[in-house]
């Protein structure tokens, strides 16, 4: 099975710029949408990106205009370019798979999260 693993987290202070990767360990973006969700401390996990198989994009109302998600098919890599940064984006942010295997079975895989703290 297909592996994600998110990096590029960090702290990053209020109005700051940070981009995450997501390294999938095989080819998966032909059968499968991609996201990151993220989970801050108290709260539930919320999707904040995805992208489709043919590439549209869609983003919570909270990051629109500041986030970006994008993909490298060469690389296997899904990336979030985050600008602007706020205090309330601190969370551990996860990068997401929900498709369909060759055999029309659905799978859903997880990275094992990335922590961002925006903060003076």
């Known amino acids: 099975q297909v592996q994600l693993v998110e990096s590029g987290g960090g702290l990053v202070q209020p109005g700051g710029s940070l981009r995450l990767s997501c390294a999938a360990s095989?080819?998966?973006?032909?059968?499968?949408?991609m996201a990151w969700y993220r989970q801050a401390p108290g709260k539930q996990r919320e999707l904040v990106a995805d992208?489709?198989?043919?590439?549209?994009?869609d983003y919570v109302d909270s990051v629109k205009g500041r986030f970006t998600i994008s993909r490298d098919n060469t690389k296997n890599t899904l990336y979030l370019q985050m600008k602007n940064l706020r205090p309330e984006d601190t969370a551990v942010y996860y990068c997401n798979a929900d498709g369909m295997d060759r055999w029309s079975k659905r799978f859903i895989i997880w990275g094992q999260g990335t922590q961002v703290t925006v903060s003076s």
């Open positions: 095989g080819s998966i973006f032909s059968s499968a949408i």
């Open positions: 992208m489709t198989i043919g590439g549209i994009t």
